[in-house]
């Protein structure tokens, strides 16, 4: 899915509206019903007072009108107006005319001398949302500030104020407990560095129009759940299991085979029609007790054959002194690279010996060893960015929110996933839902997109069932059926 920048968003409201025949007045109403009724169900504590701060903009003029459905509920709502609009035309001024009469709301004019956050223990944030483009400056910053220092739950209505797409840390933000983006999240929703200021963020749909949306141009988006369920291949009655594809694992190190069979749990799991362990003859018996479903070939063997598999996965549980055998697999095509993979090829300086369209898994440390360190997360799907489109390969840069990159440099964030799953064999399971789903699919950007998904939703599942502290890998990989089933079956 899509995800659209302000500028996008704003000329998507006119064709929306264009469309269906309304007005921005109208769809104005909408998103601020929809804001009200999430702000009731994520109210912290009971009150009969709520605030709000309203800036001169569009944002300001969506507070106007929530103030008027808050004063429904609560005796008293007190609108701190920092800078009227005197434009008559503009959305502000009518929305002001429209609920100014109402009765329990209280309106009053900013003052930074003044600590107007006091008023109130739960406060919205109705000053900027999406409009801003620019570092707050003067009397918004002091707004902002007295925000922040309230003490108070904060709301903040489509954006934390102060908040845009190249904001500094430093900068006069709005630290927002929740944030309810109208229509959907924007890019930098994703980063790790902004997450103090959003709090807690959903999205929610307000009316404009999808189909609009999705012929933007924008190279973000979000995978979402109805596109997995159309990425993964549905089995066919009269199907065989060369259908579903021949995946090939490399395990190497007797020291690390935790490692591998993670990944081998994972690619089962995930429903590839073979699989193939490449490892030493003394490790045969050890794989085929504990998977009966894998087939085990020499490593020698497999590097001396011309044998095509849809998909090769070398990395997980390898160890290392076997560079060798690395460089050699990495003129495979099909082939994802995780762990011990990519450390031989940041140690050996092999980035320019893997071919197009190979897939790499790093985690941030491994991403650092590769392509160099950063401040922000921002700065490293930048050259994650850059580094699918110089190298024609695809990245999954691991972590919450993890962004795949592709070779036409387009930026997809997964949603699914939680802090459980930062433990030990969790990134080897994914190797083996990934190599998994890329045997069965063809198709390498389809598996990076449904692998990270499901991987995700298992860890999902994984803490419901047992919980974020006590879950482990082992129970990530046990759970992939049951996040391919309830994805499928949507």
């Not at 690279?337 to 898994?361: K, Y």
């Not at 419901?464 to 879950?471: G, H, Q, Y």
């Amino acid at each position: 899915m899509k995800l659209l920048l302000p500028k996008e968003i704003k000329e998507l409201e006119i064709k929306s509206v264009s469309k269906q025949g309304t007005n921005l007045l109208s769809l104005m109403e909408e998103a601020s019903y929809v804001f009200f009724r999430w702000f009731m169900r994520n109210l912290p504590i009971p009150s009969d007072t709520v605030s709000i701060y309203i800036g001169k903009g569009n944002n300001g003029a969506d507070g106007l009108c929530i103030a008027s459905y808050m004063s429904s509920v609560f005796k008293t709502v007190k609108v701190i107006i920092i800078e009227k609009n005197e434009n008559i035309e503009s959305l502000w001024a009518k929305m002001y005319n429209r609920v100014s009469h109402i009765e329990n709301l209280e309106f009053i004019d900013f003052q930074p001398t003044i600590q107007n956050a006091a008023l109130s223990k739960i406060i919205i944030d109705a000053i900027f949302g999406i409009g801003l483009n620019r570092k707050a400056s003067a009397v918004w910053e002091e707004a902002i500030k007295q925000l922040n220092s309230s003490g108070s739950y904060i709301y903040s209505v489509d954006s934390p104020s102060g908040l845009y797409e190249n904001s500094e840390i430093e900068d006069t933000i709005v630290e927002a407990h929740a944030t309810l983006k109208f229509f959907r999240p924007l890019p930098w929703f994703f980063y790790k560095e902004y997450a103090p200021f959003l709090g807690k963020w959903e999205y929610l749909p307000i009316g404009l129009d999808e189909l609009i949306a999705d012929e933007s141009t924008s190279s973000y988006h979000i995978t979402i759940a109805e596109e997995v369920k159309h990425m993964i291949q549905h089995k066919s009655p009269f199907a065989h299991k060369g259908t579903y594809g021949h995946a090939l694992i490399y395990a190497a190190s007797p020291n690390m085979r935790g490692a591998t069979c993670l990944t081998i749990k994972g690619a089962i799991n995930a429903g590839a029609g073979k699989i193939t362990v490449a490892t030493t003859e003394e490790q045969y018996g050890f794989y085929q007790s504990l998977f009966p479903e894998v087939i085990c070939k020499s490593i020698m063997e497999i590097n001396k054959s011309v044998y095509t598999y849809d998909a090769v996965c070398i990395g997980p549980g390898f160890g290392n002194g076997k560079d060798g055998i690395i460089q050699t697999s990495l003129k495979r095509p099909h082939l994802v690279i995780d762990a011990d993979g990519l450390n031989a090829i940041a140690r050996n300086s092999w980035l320019d010996d893997v071919v197009e369209g190979t897939i790499i898994t790093p985690h941030i440390g491994e991403f650092r060893q590769l392509f160099g360190k950063y401040e922000t997360r921002k700065d490293y799907v930048s050259r994650q960015q850059q580094e699918s489109i110089k190298r024609r390969i695809y990245i999954i840069l691991k972590g919450r929110y993890t962004s795949i990159t592709d070779p036409q440099g387009n930026v997809y964030f997964n949603a699914t996933g939680n802090e459980g799953m930062a433990t030990a064999g969790s990134g080897d399971v994914l190797t083996g839902v990934l190599t998994s789903i890329l045997a069965r699919t063809r198709n390498p950007l389809n598996a990076c997109l449904s692998s990270v998904y499901i991987h995700g939703k298992s860890g999902d599942l994984a803490a419901v069932e047992l919980s974020k502290i006590s879950m482990s890998a082992g129970d990530i990989a046990g759970n992939i059926p049951k996040a391919i089933k309830t994805t499928i079956s949507r």
